[in-house]
């Protein structure tokens, strides 16, 4: 396989878990979304791709959209008879909208699952995973900064971002801003080249931001604009905070947290169905007057 220098993102997926529209919500911007006249179109659950070459892929968290994402995207579309360009999975935490595509692939083709320890330890206590033929599904596990490779010559790093435990392991009401391996960052290397994805973030601490300090392209968590969106919506009864994610706006937010940062692109994934950055608006205007970007289904950037 040549490798080239290029590295190529697309975005899978941009939405938050239960995509764009929702099954069963009725909030505007769903209603907007399945309105094939409208200029919002529908998004599926967050993932990334990624290539250097064009031909061999990593995919960042297997979306339960995962089918209708390769359907969508044709570099990631079989060539031949029982083939895919999907060499890799790399999985960021171990909730339902990052872990459920692994289902979907199981038709006994080869590739590689990469994760820590902890998020490891969820696909092994549930058997359904086993669909995934061990003999061909290899389970690498991977140690917080320890270096390796979805792809020949793409460097990689998983690292610890404060977030909490996945809602179906939450017993009461659960650490919010813990580190460790539940909840992770990716940053990829390739040249002097340098890319994070963090689709789940509670906070941006110190030690955080100085490890996006300088990135060619940092892709990050834009669940909520508001920590009570939800409850403001009717949708739900818990903050953006209580579910482990910063808002975009207010106080200790992620455009106040990493305005100062230098960023050479900042574009927001993991994007939740209420949110009001998905339409045109005083939100979205905020958000881009702030330099960042609203991630879509099929955005493409080549650095």
């Given at each position: 396989?040549?490798?080239?220098?290029?590295?190529?993102?697309?975005?899978?997926?941009?939405a938050?878990?239960?995509?764009?529209?929702?099954?069963?919500?009725?909030?505007?911007?769903?209603?907007?979304?399945?309105?094939?006249?409208?200029?919002?179109?529908?998004?599926?659950?967050?993932?990334?791709?990624?290539?250097?070459?064009?031909?061999?892929?990593?995919?960042?968290?297997?979306?339960?959209?995962?089918?209708?994402?390769?359907?969508?995207?044709?570099?990631?579309?079989?060539?031949?008879?029982?083939?895919?360009?999907?060499?890799?999975?790399?999985?960021?935490?171990?909730?339902?909208?990052?872990?459920?595509?692994?289902?979907?692939?199981?038709?006994?083709?080869?590739?590689?699952?990469?994760?820590?320890?902890?998020?490891?330890?969820?696909?092994?206590?549930?058997?359904?995973?086993?669909?995934?033929?061990?003999?061909?599904?290899?389970?690498?596990?991977v140690?917080?900064?320890?270096?390796?490779?979805?792809?020949?010559?793409?460097?990689?790093?998983?690292?610890?971002?404060?977030?909490?435990?996945?809602?179906?392991?939450?017993?009461?009401e659960?650490?919010?801003?813990?580190?460790?391996?539940?909840?992770?960052?990716?940053?990829?290397?390739?040249?002097?080249?340098?890319?994070?994805?963090?689709?789940?973030?509670?906070?941006?601490?110190?030690?955080?931001?100085?490890?996006?300090?300088?990135?060619d392209a940092?892709?990050?968590?834009?669940?909520?604009?508001?920590?009570?969106?939800?409850?403001?919506?009717?949708?739900?009864?818990?903050?953006?905070?209580?579910?482990?994610?910063?808002?975009?706006?207010?106080?200790?937010?992620?455009?106040?947290?990493?305005?100062?940062?230098?960023?050479?692109?900042?574009?927001?994934?993991?994007?939740?169905?209420?949110?009001?950055?998905?339409?045109?608006?005083?939100?979205?205007?905020?958000?881009?007057?702030?330099?960042?970007?609203?991630?879509?289904?099929?955005?493409?950037?080549c650095?």
């Amino acid at each position: 396989m040549k490798v080239t220098s290029d590295l190529r993102i697309i975005i899978l997926g941009a939405a938050a878990g239960g995509g764009l529209p929702q099954w069963n919500c009725g909030c505007l911007n769903c209603a907007v979304a399945r309105d094939p006249g409208s200029a919002l179109s529908p998004q599926s659950q967050s993932s990334l791709a990624v290539s250097l070459d064009g031909e061999s892929w990593a995919v960042f968290n297997a979306s339960p959209d995962i089918r209708q994402q390769i359907q969508a995207n044709r570099l990631l579309q079989p060539r031949r008879l029982r083939h895919s360009p999907i060499k890799s999975i790399v999985l960021t935490n171990g909730d339902i909208d990052h872990l459920a595509g692994l289902l979907v692939l199981r038709e006994k083709h080869a590739f590689s699952v990469f994760s820590t320890a902890s998020i490891g330890q969820i696909i092994d206590g549930n058997p359904i995973f086993r669909v995934l033929d061990p003999q061909l599904v290899q389970r690498k596990t991977v140690a917080i900064e320890e270096r390796f490779f979805p792809l020949p010559g793409l460097e990689a790093r998983l690292f610890a971002v404060p977030g909490k435990v996945p809602l179906f392991l939450e017993e009461g009401e659960p650490d919010i801003g813990v580190e460790g391996e539940q909840t992770v960052g990716l940053e990829l290397k390739v040249g002097a080249k340098r890319v994070c994805y963090i689709p789940g973030c509670a906070m941006v601490n110190d030690g955080l931001a100085a490890r996006l300090e300088g990135v060619d392209a940092l892709f990050f968590d834009g669940t909520l604009f508001s920590d009570d969106e939800m409850i403001a919506t009717g949708t739900g009864h818990k903050t953006g905070r209580r579910m482990g994610h910063m808002p975009i706006d207010g106080e200790g937010g992620s455009l106040e947290a990493l305005g100062g940062l230098s960023i050479q692109r900042k574009v927001y994934v993991h994007i939740n169905n209420t949110n009001p950055i998905w339409r045109s608006g005083p939100e979205r205007t905020r958000v881009e007057g702030h330099g960042f970007e609203v991630g879509f289904d099929g955005m493409e950037i080549c650095l």
